[in-house]
């Protein structure tokens, strides 16, 4: 089965500075996706980026950037120019691209990052 | 504008009561999830549904149940026999290999 790790329970980063919240993964697959959301005090889940594993380029969104080391099984998330409402709980998740009895391969969560900005 | 509703907002049950979770979309995706969200816990699949009148029971699926009559649809009942269902409760739905899109939740407390 696979696993996904966050080993950072809290994170704090001064405004416009840069931070980087760790993943890990545990995964017997050669392909599959990753996303991190975001769940900030309203509690909304919000898709922050996705990456194909088959893809070597590491995804960008504005801010948000990857670090995808597939041969590691990590996938660590990069806020530049942090602001205050990048503070929020963001969650890796993991989803096979196979299909197993009929799934199309559910989201696997891992525990989140807290994450702080400071002003 | 397209998105997933999730009511009420907040549900009281008061102990050997069922409830039932609304969680409705107009995006048009085949597939619908349930999780559970405990506090300092990622989110844990309850139930999905690929298809109409077709759904897969989740990592913890005991003490819920749910239906799947319309592609927009996807209620969740919180039975009796869930011992500890104070949580909060995501709805999502996708299309295909996308990513999921989550409604805004539902706080439910057990008094």
């Known amino acids: 089965a696979q696993t996904v790790t966050q080993s950072q329970p809290e994170m704090s980063v001064q405004e416009a500075e840069t931070v980087t919240l760790s993943c890990t993964y545990d995964?017997?697959?050669?392909?599959?996706?990753l996303f991190w959301y975001k769940q900030p005090p309203s509690r909304q889940m919000i898709l922050v980026i996705r990456q194909e594993a088959y893809k070597q380029q590491n995804a960008t969104e504005n801010r948000f950037s990857v670090n995808f080391q597939k041969a590691a099984k990590s996938f660590s998330l990069k806020i530049s120019d942090s602001q205050l409402g990048d503070a929020a709980m963001y969650f890796c998740a993991y989803r096979s691209a196979y299909l197993y009895g009929g799934s199309q391969g559910n989201l696997i969560f891992g525990k989140g990052t807290k994450l702080s900005v400071k002003p | 504008d397209g998105g997933i509703t999730q009511s009420p907002k907040y549900l009281f049950r008061k102990e050997g009561q069922n409830v039932t979770l609304s969680c409705e979309q107009n995006l048009n995706h085949d597939a619908m999830y349930w999780y559970r969200q405990d506090p300092g816990q990622g989110l844990r699949l309850i139930y999905y549904s690929q298809i109409v009148n077709d759904f897969q029971k989740g990592d913890i699926a005991e003490g819920y149940s749910v239906s799947r009559e319309k592609k927009e649809s996807f209620p969740l009942t919180v039975t009796s026999a869930q011992k500890n269902p104070t949580a909060f409760y995501l709805c999502?739905?996708?299309?295909?290999?996308?990513?999921?899109?989550f409604g805004p939740g539902t706080r439910l407390t057990v008094l």
């Open positions: 999502a739905s996708s299309i295909g290999w996308s990513e999921q899109f």
């Open positions: 995964t017997s697959e050669s392909d599959y996706y």
